[in-house]
C-alpha cells in the first residue's frame, strides 16, 4: 500500500468523525467526568500509591474499561491498538520480538504485580503468558527506571496490576470468535467474605495455523503462521487479619503448545506463585514484604513416539522488602533490598550444564515537596551480581515536577542498566543449517543515561501532553555480523555496541464531551516520533522502530433506553515505512537491504450493552484489506479483513436482576 493511499484512508476516516461532530456540535456541552481518572492512584512511577494527576514521572494508564472495549486477548494485542511507538515482529521459528519506541523487549521490563516473569523467546517474555482477561489496569512508564527496578529497566517498565475481589462473589464469562478459527473462552470468578477474598481467573485459546505467502515468492521472511492453544488458570486469594495487614497468596499455570511441525509441537509451561504481606505500622509507616516462584520450561512434543523431551528451563526465585516512612507533612522516604536466584539450563548450552546467577540490591528513593507547586524526587541503587564482568552497578535517577493549576511540567534524568543474561554469556548452538550463536563471557553491562522534558494539561473533559526524551547508551548488547571461524563454521557472537543514541518524541491529545439526548464522545490521538542512531559493528535488531507511528481512537457512547446501548469505536493505526541493513541468514551471508513500506490498519468496533449484565462486541478488523505484498518479519500478519464476534456476561449481576423480579 502506498503512502499517498494509506493518506486516503486516515483522510477518509477523519472526515466522517468530523461530520458526525459537527452534526452534533449545537448539542456539545462539557462533561465534568474526564476522559482519563486523574484521581485514579498509581504506583509504578514512585513504587508508592499516588495519583494520576500527581505523579513526577509521566505515567501512561490502560484502564479496564479500556481493556473491555478492545475486547484484547493478551498483551499483544492491547499494546498495539493502545499504544503507538510499539510494533510486535517476528524473528526466527516466529518468536515474538517487541520495540517499544526504540528499545527491544529485552530492554523493557514487564512487571505483573510488581514482579518479574521467568523464561525467554528472543531475549523477550513469552507475552501470549499475560492474558487480559482479570487485569485492572496496566501503567506505563517510559524511559530508564532501573534507579526502582534494576536490570533490564532501560527502555521503561510496563507494570500489569490484576483485579482482587471485591463484591460478595462474581463471575465473568467471556468469549471471542475470529477468522482461522480463532477461539478465546475465559471466565473469572471471585469470593469476599469479611476479611477474605479470593480471584480464580482461567482463560483457553487455540487458532489454526495459515499461510500468508505462497512458496515462489522467495522474498518472504515466513511463510506460515503458527497457531496452537494456550491455557491460563490464576489464582489470587487475600486475606486482612487486623485492619492494617494485608496477606496475599497466589499461584498460577500456563500451558502453550505450537503446531509447528507435523511431528514436533513446541510446548511450553510455566508454574508461578508467590506470598505477599503488607503492613500499615502507623499513618506515617508502611512495609511490604514479598517472596515470589517462576518456572519456565520448553519441551518438544515427538508426536509419533507420544514422548515430551524438555529442553529448556529457567528458574526464578525472589525475595524484597520496601519500607516507606512519610517525613514533615508529604515527604515520603523509601528503602528497600531484592534477592534473586537465576537458575538457567537449555540446550542452548554446549555442556547441557546449567548455571545459576545471584543478584542483590539495595535502593533508595526519597520524594519531597516544596512548597504547593514544586516536587523533587531522587533515587540511588546499587545492584550485584555473582556473574560475570556486570559485577557491581550504581544506578541514579533525579526528576522534577512543578505544577501551575492545570498545567504540570516534568524533567529529569534517570540511569538505566541491562546486564548480559546467563543465555548470552554461555550459548553454544547450531541455529540454523550451518551458522552458530556463541555467547561471550566478557560481556559487560549495557548502560542508558535518560534525560527527558513533559508538559501535560488537564482541565475538565482535555487532556494534553508532549514529552521528549534523549537516551545515551554505551555498551549496547547486540551481536556480529556471522563470521567464519578457525575450523571453516560460521558463527554469530553476542558483542557490546559501543554506542547507540534513541531520541523519542511524544504528543498525546484526548477529551470527552457529552451530547443532548444522552450521547457522549471520546477522542484520543497520540503521535510518537522516535530516531535510532547505532554505532558501526552489530547487527540490525529484527524489530527496528518505525520513525513515525500515529494511532486514533474515537468512542461514541449512546444509552437508548434503560436496558441497551452501544459504544460504536474506531481505532486506527498508521505506521511509516523503516529501511534497514540486515544479513541473510544462509551461505554466503550477504547483506542485503530490507525496505519495510509503511501501513495503516482499522478497526471498527460496536459494543452492545444488555442491561448491566451482558456486552455483545463486534469487530471488522483491517477494514481497507490490508495485506502486504511481502511477508517481512517487521509485517503485520494480516490476510486482509478481519470479523470478530465476542461475548462477556457478568453472571451476578444476572442473578441480582433475576432476584429483583422474583422478590417483587
Known sequence: MKLTSIYRHCLAIVLVCAISLGA???????????????????????RTPRSLKDTPVLTRVISRKDIAQTDATDLRDLLQQELPGVEFTYSMNQKLNMNVGGFAGQSVLILVDGERLAGETMENVDFSRIDMNNVERIEIVRGAQSALYGAGAVGGVINIITRSAQEPWSLNLNARLADHREQRYGGVFGLKQGRVGNMLD????????????????????????????????????????????????????FFKEMTTDIDVYERCRDFSGGLKAEYTISKKDFLDVSASYDQYDKSDFLHLWGTDVLDYRNLQMSVRTMYNRTLRTKDILTVGGDYMRDYLRTYQFADGVGRVQHTGDLFAQYDCFLGKRWEVIGALRWDCLSDGKASSQLTGKLALCYKLDALTLRGGYAGGFRAPTLKEKYSYFNMVGDIYIKGNENLVAERSHNVNLSAEYAWKNYNLSASVSYNDISDRITSTAPQQGSMGEYYIQYMNLPSAQ??????????????????????????????????????????????????????WDKQWTSFYGTTFSVLGRVLSSVDYETMQMDYPFATRHVHNPA????????????????????ALDNVFNYAPEV?????????????????????????????????R
Open 24 to 46: 452534533h456540535a449545537h448539542t456539545m456541552s462539557i462533561d465534568t467526568t474526564s476522559y482519563v481518572d486523574m484521581g485514579e492512584l498509581v504506583i509504578t512511577a514512585t
Open 202 to 253: 482461567m482463560q483457553y485459546t487455540s487458532v489454526d495455523n495459515y499461510t500468508v505467502c505462497m512458496d515462489y515468492a522467495d522474498d518472504c521472511e515466513f511463510r506460515r503462521v503458527y497457531g496452537g492453544t494456550t491455557l491460563s488458570v490464576k489464582d489470587k486469594l487475600q486475606y486482612t487479619p487486623i485492619d492494617n495487614l494485608k496477606l496475599t497468596a497466589r499461584a498460577g499455570y
Open 502 to 555: 534513541v531520541l523519542g518524541i511524544d504528543f498525546l491529545a484526548q477529551a470527552r464531551w457529552t451530547l443532548d439526548g444522552g450521547h457522549s464522545l471520546k477522542a484520543r490521538a497520540n503521535y510518537v516520533f522516535t530516531r535510532e542512531w547505532l554505532s558501526q559493528g552489530g547487527m540490525t535488531p529484527y524489530c527496528p522502530a518505525r520513525p513515525h507511528s500515529f494511532n486514533l481512537r474515537l468512542d
Open 599 to 618: 501501513y495503516t490498519i482499522w478497526k471498527l468496533q460496536l459494543q452492545n450493552r444488555l442491561g448491566k449484565a451482558v456486552s455483545l462486541n463486534i
Open 631 to 663: 511477508y517481512y518479519f517487521n509485517s503485520p500478519v494480516t490476510l486482509g479483513i478481519n470479523l470478530m464476534a465476542g461475548i462477556s456476561v457478568d453472571v451476578e449481576r444476572l442473578w441480582k436482576n433475576g432476584k429483583v423480579k422474583t422478590e
